[in-house]
Each structure stands twice: as C-alpha cells, then as structure tokens.
C-alpha cells in the first residue's frame, strides 16, 4: 500500500469515529473507490493490532457499504 494512504489511515484512526464518518462518506459519494480503499485498510489494520475501537469499526463499514452501492450504481451523468 502506498505510504500516502498509509498516513490516510493512521490519521483516520487518530481522530474521533464521528470525524472519520463524516471524512470516509464524503470520500464514498466523490471517489468510491479510494473510500473502499481506505476502509478495508483500516479494518485490516485494526485486526492485526487487535485493537477494540468498536465505533470505528463501524464507521468503516458503514462507509464501505455506502461506496459499494455508489460503485454498484456506476458513473452518474
């Protein structure tokens, strides 16, 4: 992965689950694709450190499901 979105997903991490939320389905509505990215990183990452974050991991999810439907739509004229 590149080290960019390495950092996209440390500082995802570091901020409050409301503030990831808000980030992740703003980026799920303009670029699906990086926000499926992005979220399935973070969920990775939060399984091989064993970390809790509940709230989080929601988030992600959550905005995972919203990118797939976004790519499930296709391009939008």
Known sequence: MHPAKIDRISALLNTSAQDASISLNR???????????????ALVRLNATQAEKTSHRKAFASAARKALKQLERGPQA
């Open 27 to 41: 980026l799920a509505e303009d670029s699906p694709a990086q926000a499926m990215e992005l979220c399935a990183g």
